[in-house]
């Protein structure tokens, strides 16, 4: 289906192709802003913000939590979608339906059609935290995009090639943002420079990032 560009949901200020199936949606998620943020909230009080530990030993900065029927997680032993939260052997919280319809929305609107996310992955970044260059390959069907949305204070986002040593180039990623990674972006090499402190009147000290996958 293809959303009317012009509703009050979904209004697009400007749609940017970063690289071949990488679209920046500029404010499509602002009129849902403070509904997806009041449901981050009860997601949190179910599966609390945590900072996780990479296979190598490192804490990230980035506290992390999740959302559907399957979430990401690393531990000492490595990277991978579950079921459970680890910290309570808990299922996740369901995704909320506003989360899939804006990714299915956005999705759509970047020509990916019946994109239907599994699984969501919150990260909350306090002034500071980054996330180092990487690949997301832990999902079985590199063929389903990624849409991410942006909320709070804004970062520097790095997009690089598909190689780690190709020079990434610097995208500003503000409120309300969407970007819909796929096809041949879909495993680029991505990340995020430290946050800037700050105050944002919606999320306070913090930026959200929500990226919802189709993990299996
Ligand atoms: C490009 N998150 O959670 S969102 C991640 O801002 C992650 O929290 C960052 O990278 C954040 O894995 C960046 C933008 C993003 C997400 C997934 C991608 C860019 C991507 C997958 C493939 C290519
Ligand atoms: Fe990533």
């Not at 804490?59 to 399957?70: D, I, P, V, W, Y």
């Not at 970062?155 to 190709?166: P, S, T």
């Amino acid at each position: 289906m293809t959303p009317d560009l012009f509703d009050q949901n979904s209004a697009v200020a400007a749609v940017l192709a970063l690289a071949d199936g990488a679209v920046v949606l500029r404010r499509f998620a602002l009129g849902r802003a403070e509904a997806l943020v009041r449901h981050i909230e009860t997601v949190q009080s179910q599966a609390a913000f945590r900072q996780m530990k990479t296979p190598g030993g490192y804490t990230m900065s980035a506290a992390m939590t999740n959302c559907g029927r399957l979430g990401w997680v690393t531990d000492r032993t490595g990277y991978r979608y579950q079921s459970t939260d680890p910290q309570s052997g808990e299922p996740w919280p369901a995704m909320p339906a506003l989360f899939s319809r804006l990714a299915g929305d956005a999705a759509c609107a970047a020509g990916f059609d019946e994109f239907a996310p599994d699984a969501c992955l919150i990260n909350r970044y306090r002034p500071g935290a980054r996330m180092s260059l990487h690949q997301d390959k832990n999902e079985r069907d590199f063929g389903q995009p990624i849409v991410s949305v942006s909320l709070g204070l804004p970062v520097v986002f790095q997009f690089g090639g598909l190689r780690r040593n190709d020079r990434p180039q610097r995208v500003l990623l503000e409120h309300g943002d969407v970007v819909v990674w796929g096809g041949p972006s879909r495993l680029r090499y991505h990340g995020v420079l430290a946050l800037k402190p700050g105050q944002h009147p919606l999320t306070g000290e913090c930026r959200f990032n929500l990226t919802l996958r189709r993990a299996d």
